[in-house]
């Protein structure tokens, strides 16, 4: 049974020892305080890197033979090397495998490290928990932004949240400054730039009591959605998709699917499926360890 450790790094750091795809013994946070979500950005990359090495370290105390150390960021992961994180700017252009094996090395333990996206990470643990490893997955994360995970890891850019769903020149909301894309419909900060006076929670629960901006806003959003998986499983086939996220609690699953058979006409294609998950960084901390246990194998 391989001894493997999984991070995942969002607004904490997370991290824990896995083994045969469970985490065994505790779970260590950085920051501890719950209510602190500013606590990496105000990190620089070294003080970034050292604190993920820190907590790897805990996790790893008294177990040996560690086959593979796995982490989880957020951004656009190639060959190690983060090419934008637009919620950890300050790791833009940052080697963080080479950066990360250093660091442990210089404390003592010497083992691959393996850095991916952290919606890879979502759908690798995923893929473990709910005993898909030999196929196929999606997920949606749908929080600040709009991740995009895949299982197996395959090499691409898979920045699905950019996906285009509109051709309307007034959808100008996504933070990279690109029109019409589905992340600049669903995510969170966008949502709070669209409705200047309402938080997304108000705009949703008005929806429901029949607010007609609200309940075309409503539509459009459970829209984009359908179009950007529609598109995906045009492009690659249908597969299980998991949705999860701090939004996916605005998610009508019923319309989602009225919408999805819309658009999906073609009978091959119509073996997908839609669930709703919790997300936990128990899960994204697995799916970390499973990839990097992965990669190390090749």
């Excluded at 995970?149 to 690109?178: I, N, Q």
Aim: aromatic letters at 6%.
């Amino acid at each position: 049974m391989a001894k493997t450790i999984g991070v995942t790094v969002s607004e904490r750091i997370s991290a824990a020892l896995v083994v045969d795809h469970r985490l065994v013994g505790q779970l260590y946070r950085f920051p501890e305080d719950h209510d602190e979500v500013d606590g990496l950005v105000e990190l620089h990359a070294d003080g970034l890197v050292h604190m993920i090495a820190r907590q790897v370290m805990l996790a790893a105390a008294g177990a040996k033979d560690i086959a593979a150390v796995g982490v989880a960021l957020p951004g656009l992961i190639k060959n190690g090397i983060v090419e934008e994180a637009p919620n950890l700017p300050q790791l833009k252009g940052a080697k963080i495998q080479d950066m990360l094996t250093a660091q442990l090395k210089e404390q003592g333990l010497n083992t691959s490290v393996t850095a991916v996206n952290d919606a890879d990470g979502m759908a690798a643990g995923l893929a473990s928990r709910h005993g898909k490893l030999g196929s196929m997955i999606r997920v949606w994360t749908l929080g600040t932004g709009i991740g995009y995970g895949r299982y197996p890891f395959a090499p691409g850019v898979w920045e699905g949240g950019h996906t285009v769903v509109t051709l309307d020149e007034k959808e100008r909301y996504c933070g990279c400054g690109g029109h019409g894309h589905l992340e600049g419909i669903m995510g969170h900060r966008a949502m709070r730039l669209r409705f200047l006076d309402m938080e997304p929670e108000e705009v949703f629960e008005a929806a429901k009591k029949g607010d007609p901006r609200c309940v075309e806003f409503k539509k459009l959003w459970h829209r984009a959605l359908a179009a950007a998986t529609a598109t995906s499983i045009h492009m690659s086939g249908p597969s299980k998709v998991y949705l999860t996220g701090i939004n996916v609690h605005f998610l009508d699953l019923p319309l989602l699917k009225e919408y999805m058979r819309e658009m999906v006409k073609m009978s091959p294609l119509q073996s997908y499926s839609l669930e709703i998950v919790e997300d936990l960084p128990e899960t994204r901390v697995i799916g970390a360890a499973v990839l990097a246990e992965q990669a190390a194998a090749l």
